[in-house]
Antibody, heavy 122, light 106 residues
Framework: QVHLVQSGAEVKKPGASVKVSCKASGWTFTSYYMHWVRQAPGQGLEWMGI????????TYAQKFQGRVTMTRDTSTSTVYMELSSLRSEDTAVYYCARSLRPLVVVTAISHWGQGTLVTVSS | DIQMTQSPSSLSASVGDRVTITCQASQDISTDLNWHQQKPGKAPKALIYDASNVETGVPSRFSGSGSGTNFTFTISSLQPEDIATYYCQQYDSLPPTFGPGTKVDI
């Protein structure tokens, strides 16, 4: 059974960085691309980027280029999303999500993590 | 980037009603479309992929159709547990983009 378990809520000051983890289980970790999507309070869903857990290659949304870094640890089947230079507008719930089909970068999303609330406040 | 629009933005219906949501893409995306359900305070859940394929375990009252730029999501008989916001999302090309959502109430 597919499970995505994310790290707990974070409170950060403006200018700081946050690193959110997403531990995967229930499938061969290196076979499925992983997305990060965020949702500001009361708003819709915003795609941030994608990582290939096999080779570690990434593609980021233009909006987050230079501020986001996605990595993975194959030994623990965990993907990470680090966002730097935080500002109040980054207050949001951050979700990891798994792709539907193996080894395909552009495909449907099939499973979501439970979300991690990141609050940016002075 | 491909822009996704949805209508209506919200709707209120009665238990047992048929509910239809439309989604439009700014360019041809073939059938590269997800529908996600998000209940209040919860993570999204994928319901439909490839525009019309229902995920395993999803009740049969949920269905999707369409191709190209115009898509439809239908709940054949609305149930109280279907109260949620529904999002379409294209994955024809990067970046994947989401519609603004349709909030369904009873």
């Amino acid at each position: 059974q597919v499970h995505l378990v994310q790290s707990g809520a974070e409170v950060k000051k403006p200018g700081a960085s946050v690193k959110v983890s997403c531990k995967a289980s229930g499938w061969t970790f290196t076979s499925y691309y992983m997305h990060w999507v965020r949702q500001a309070p009361g708003q819709g869903l915003e795609w941030m980027g994608i990582i290939n857990p096999s080779g570690g290659s990434t593609t980021y949304a233009q909006k987050f280029q230079g501020r986001v870094t996605m990595t993975r640890d194959t030994s623990t089947s965990t993907v990470y999303m680090e966002l730097s230079s935080l500002r109040s507008e980054d207050t949001a719930v951050y979700y990891c999500a798994r792709s539907l089909r193996p080894l395909v970068v552009v495909t449907a999303i099939s499973h979501w993590g439970q979300g991690t609330l990141v609050t940016v406040s002075s | 980037d491909i822009q996704m629009t949805q209508s209506p933005s919200s709707l209120s219906a009665s238990v047992g009603d048929r509910v239809t949501i439309t989604c439009q893409a700014s360019q041809d995306i073939s059938t590269d479309l997800n529908w996600h359900q998000q209940k209040p305070g919860k993570a999204p859940k994928a319901l439909i992929y490839d525009a019309s394929n229902v995920e395993t375990g999803v009740p049969s009252r949920f269905s999707g159709s369409g191709s190209g730029t115009n898509f439809t999501f239908t709940i054949s008989s609305l149930q109280p547990e279907d109260i949620a916001t529904y999002y379409c999302q294209q994955y024809d090309s990067l970046p994947p983009t989401f519609g603004p959502g349709t909030k369904v109430d009873i």
